[in-house]
C-alpha cells in the first residue's frame, strides 16, 4: 500500500517498547531498513529478531534519547549500516509513579528532580534525536518526523502531571518543527504528531488494571465510560495513522497533531 517507504532507512526510538515495536514492524513489512533505537539493547534486539525471523531488515541500535552524545552515536551506527535516514519516529517516553499523584503521593510533595526527569523522558527525548537526525534531513533538503505524543498533551490527565506536561511540549514541539525545518531548510521536510489514547502498555498498566486481581481500576472505569468506541486502544491501532504520516499519501501535512483516541478527545461527556 505505501510502496514509497520501500528501501527509506526509518529509525524508531523507543521501539523495544509496544507501540514503537509495532510501527518498527509495520514499517519493515513496507520494505524499511529499520533503526531501533532503545535505552535498552535488549529490548531493541529481541524487537529486531522478530522482525528479521519474518523477513524485515532491522537493526538494534542502544540510545538514550536524552542524551545528544547517544543519539550522535546511535546515528552513526544507523548510517553506517544504511547510509542515510529518512524517517525519525519519536516514541521514547512514559509515566513514573513517582510524578502521579494518590494516595501515596501528594502534588505537594513531588520532588523537583523527579519531575524533569519526566519531561526529559517524554520532552527531550523527541528534541534531542530530532537535533541530530534533522541535520541530515537539512542537508539532504528532505526527510519526515513523527512524534509520538499523547492525548495527555492536548488535555491533562488528572495525577499524571510531567507526563502531561512533557506530552503538552512534544506538540507545540510539532508544530514549531514542522515551520521551521520548512521555512529555515526545505518545505520537503515534514513534522507531525500522533496521539495515543489510552492503551494498556507497560506505562500505564498500574493505573488502569489492579495489580493482585487484573480487574479494571476505578480510574479505567472511569475512562472506558469516556471513551465513545467503549474501550481501550491496541498498540498495533496507532500503525496505520504512522504510516500514512510518513507515506507520500501525506505529502501536504505539516505541524499536525492527530487523535487515535476512539473519540475520547472528540466527547464532552454528555
Not at 538514550?64 to 548510517?79: F, G
Not at 519516529?89 to 505537594?108: E, P, Q, V, Y
Request: include cysteine.
Amino acid at each position: 500500500m505505501y510502496s514509497d517507504l520501500e528501501d527509506k532507512a526509518a529509525i524508531v526510538t523507543g521501539a523495544g517498547g509496544a507501540i514503537g515495536g509495532e510501527i518498527a514492524k509495520a514499517l519493515a513489512a513496507a520494505g524499511a531498513g529499520v533503526a531501533i533505537w532503545d535505552i535498552s539493547l535488549d529490548a531493541a534486539k529481541k524487537q529486531a529478531d522478530g522482525i528479521a525471523a519474518s523477513g524485515g531488515t532491522c537493526i538494534a541500535v542502544e540510545c538514550d534519547a536524552t542524551n545528544r552524545d547517544s543519539a550522535r552515536q546511535a546515528l552513526d551506527a544507523t548510517i553506517s549500516e544504511y547510509g542515510t535516514a529518512d524517517i525519525l519516529i519519536n516514541c521514547a517516553g512514559g509515566s513514573h509513579k513517582n510524578t502521579t499523584t494518590s494516595d501515596d503521593l501528594k502534588f505537594f510533595d513531588i520532588e523537583p528532580d523527579a519531575l524533569d526527569a519526566g519531561i526529559a523522558l517524554n520532552y527531550v527525548s523527541a528534541v534531542v534525536p530530532s537535533q541530530a537526525v534533522g541535520q541530515v534531513f537539512a542537508e539532504k533538503k528532505s526527510g519526515v518526523i513523527l512524534n509520538i505524543s499523547s492525548i495527555a498533551g492536548l488535555s491533562p490527565l488528572t495525577r499524571a502531571i510531567s507526563y502531561s506536561n512533557g506530552k503538552a511540549a512534544v506538540n507545540s514541539f510539532t508544530q514549531w518543527l514542522a515551520v521551521h525545518m520548512a521555512q529555515e531548510y526545505s518545505p520537503q521536510i515534514r513534522v507531525n504528531a500522533i496521539a495515543p489514547g489510552f492503551m494498556l502498555t507497560a506505562q500505564n498498566r498500574f493505573l488502569l488494571l489492579d495489580e493482585k486481581t487484573g480487574e479494571m481500576t476505578d480510574r479505567g472505569r472511569k475512562i472506558v465510560a469516556n471513551v465513545p468506541m467503549a474501550r481501550y486502544g491496541e498498540p498495533t491501532e496507532i500503525v496505520g495513522a504512522a504510516l500514512w504520516l510518513v507515506s507520500d499519501s501525506a505529502s501536504f501535512v505539516t505541524g499536525a497533531v492527530i487523535p487515535v483516541d476512539g473519540g475520547f478527545t472528540a466527547y464532552s461527556g454528555v
